[in-house]
């Protein structure tokens, strides 16, 4: 059976130059890093190496890159020490369509006496800056918020949005694990402080992140431990997965010229051929600005669930916008706080194509789900719900 994986916001395949690079580390050069003998030394320099590569990515200097577990560590390091250094600063403000690792963590927050903003989105997915700009006071310690979403690729207008929080004198937060690899950042220009990245989202292993701290920004780490990473880390780094990191990094720089306008060439393909071939379907945040691997489409009167179950009987890997716990089957946060339409909520499926896809992909794609919309239509609850409630309004 013919395999088609286009879930690679989730997750990517590890690159074979990025296992090459990794495997010596786990080999022959096994030695800790912080340790005083000759096995230590060339870990050392890897290390640096690698720091060196996801500096260069960024746009940064290697001094504020800081190695750790993945995103997630990341992004909850970044609020945590921005409350940590700014004891009498207790209100966040973020967005209602954040990754979990944020959303999650200001949940736990608001019960410890944190006071959180969520700012809404328009149908499109995008932020109101007015609304940004009022909602931040002289008690705000950090604005988080996400440099494009994982779910739709609505890329946010990250700089605009910089420039209104730096002239608050507040520290500004991106979630960049879904941006970074896929867009060009420079953050030497930025008004960025404090930005997160993941390693598995461009082809490096799970387990491998990065948090990039502007220079002079004040720190409190949230492991504690030795003095690994200039103390703002605490933990016996993990050497084969940085030098993964490091090696993805800079394939990902030379890769980028080429592999976005490749991924957007497939994406644009693909839904064109959807929104042609199957009625009653839409994109969520189409007339947004989006990442360019990335498609978020609904089709209406169908679940979600039951369109990657048939997906991936036929052999294609997608995510689908809607989350199934406890037996109720509810839209996801992005796609609530967008206002998309009960009917077509359900129904959304997420297709994230990397430089491993091919062209006839997207051919194979749509060629299979077309049939499998027609099919789940045909036997749809709740397309005979609303048709029911519609004859009874007549």
Same mark, same amino acid.
């Given at each position: 059976? *013919?395999?088609v994986?286009?879930?690679?916001?989730?997750t990517?395949?590890?690159?074979? $130059?990025?296992?090459d %690079?990794m495997?010596?580390?786990?080999k022959e050069?096994?030695?800790?890093?912080s340790s005083?003998?000759?096995?230590?030394?060339e870990p050392q320099e890897?290390?640096? +190496?690698a +720091?060196?590569?996801?500096?260069h990515?960024?746009g940064a200097?290697?001094s504020?890159?800081v190695f750790?577990?993945?995103g997630?560590?990341?992004?909850?390091?970044?609020?945590r020490?921005a409350?940590e250094?700014?004891?009498f600063?207790?209100?966040i403000?973020?967005?209602?369509?954040e990754h979990?690792?944020?959303l999650?963590l200001?949940?736990q927050?608001?019960?410890?006496?944190?006071q959180v903003t969520?700012?809404?989105?328009?149908?499109? /997915?995008r932020?109101?800056?007015?609304e940004l700009e009022?909602? #931040?006071?002289?008690?705000?310690?950090?604005?988080? #918020? =996400?440099y494009a979403n994982?779910?739709?690729?609505?890329?946010?207008? #990250?700089e605009?949005?910089g420039?209104?929080?730096? !002239?608050?004198? &507040?520290l500004?937060?991106?979630?960049?694990v879904q941006?970074?690899g896929?867009?060009p #950042?420079?953050?030497? $220009? !930025?008004?960025?402080?404090v930005?997160?990245?993941?390693g598995?989202k461009?082809?490096a292993p799970?387990?491998?992140? %990065?948090?990039?701290?502007?220079?002079?920004?004040r720190?409190?780490?949230f492991?504690?431990g030795?003095?690994?990473?200039?103390?703002r880390?605490?933990?016996?780094e993990?050497?084969p997965y940085i &030098?993964?990191l490091?090696r993805?990094?800079e394939l990902a720089?030379?890769?980028?010229?080429?592999d976005a306008?490749?991924? *957007?060439? =497939?994406?644009? *393909?693909l839904?064109?051929?959807l929104?042609?071939?199957?009625?009653d379907s839409?994109v969520?945040g189409?007339w947004?600005e989006?990442?360019?691997?990335?498609l !978020?489409?609904?089709f209406e009167?169908v679940?979600?669930?039951?369109?990657?179950?048939?997906?991936?009987q036929? /052999?294609?890997?997608?995510?689908?916008?809607s989350a199934?716990t406890s037996g109720s089957?509810e839209?996801?946060? &992005?796609? +609530?706080? =967008?206002?998309?339409p009960f009917t077509?909520a359900?129904?959304s499926?997420?297709?994230?194509?990397?430089r491993?896809n091919?062209?006839?992909d997207v051919?194979?794609i749509?060629?299979?789900?077309?049939?499998?919309?027609? @099919?789940? @239509? $045909?036997? !749809?609850?709740?397309k @005979?719900q609303v048709n029911?409630?519609a004859a @009874?309004?007549k």
């Open positions: 059976m *013919r395999t994986y286009v879930d690679n916001n989730a990517t395949a590890v690159a074979p $130059e990025v296992l %690079a495997v010596p580390f786990l050069h096994y030695g800790n890093p005083m003998h000759l096995f230590a030394v890897a290390v640096a +190496r +720091r060196e590569q996801v500096a990515l960024l200097d290697p504020e890159i750790t577990s993945c997630s560590e990341s992004d909850n390091a970044a609020i020490s409350l250094t700014q004891p600063k207790r209100h403000v973020t967005t209602k369509v979990a690792a944020v999650g200001c949940k927050l608001q019960l410890n006496g944190c969520f700012l809404s989105v328009d149908g499109e /997915g932020l109101d800056l007015k009022e909602a #931040i006071t002289d008690q705000t310690a950090i604005v988080s #918020i =996400m994982n779910e739709t690729g609505i890329v946010n207008p #990250i605009e949005i420039r209104i929080v730096k !002239s608050k004198g &507040v500004f937060h991106s979630d960049a941006a970074v896929k867009l #950042i420079d953050l030497a $220009e !930025s008004t960025i402080d930005l997160s990245m993941s598995h461009l082809h799970k387990g491998i992140g %990065a948090l990039y701290i502007r220079r002079g920004t720190w409190s780490p492991l504690v030795g003095h690994q990473e200039h103390g880390r605490g933990g016996t993990n050497v &030098v993964a490091g993805a990094c720089e030379q890769h980028l010229g080429a306008p490749r991924e *957007r060439k =497939m994406r644009d *393909r839904e064109k051929e929104l042609t071939r199957i009625p839409r969520n189409g947004a989006r990442l360019p691997n990335t !978020s489409i609904c009167f679940e979600g669930e039951a369109i990657l179950l048939l997906l991936s036929s /052999g294609i890997a997608a995510s689908s916008g199934c089957l839209p996801s946060h &992005v796609l +609530r706080a =967008m206002g998309v077509y359900h129904g499926v997420r297709f994230s194509f990397s491993y091919q062209d006839d051919d194979y749509t060629d299979t789900l077309v049939p499998i919309i027609k @099919r789940l @239509r $045909e036997i !749809s609850p709740f @005979r029911t409630s @009874r309004a």
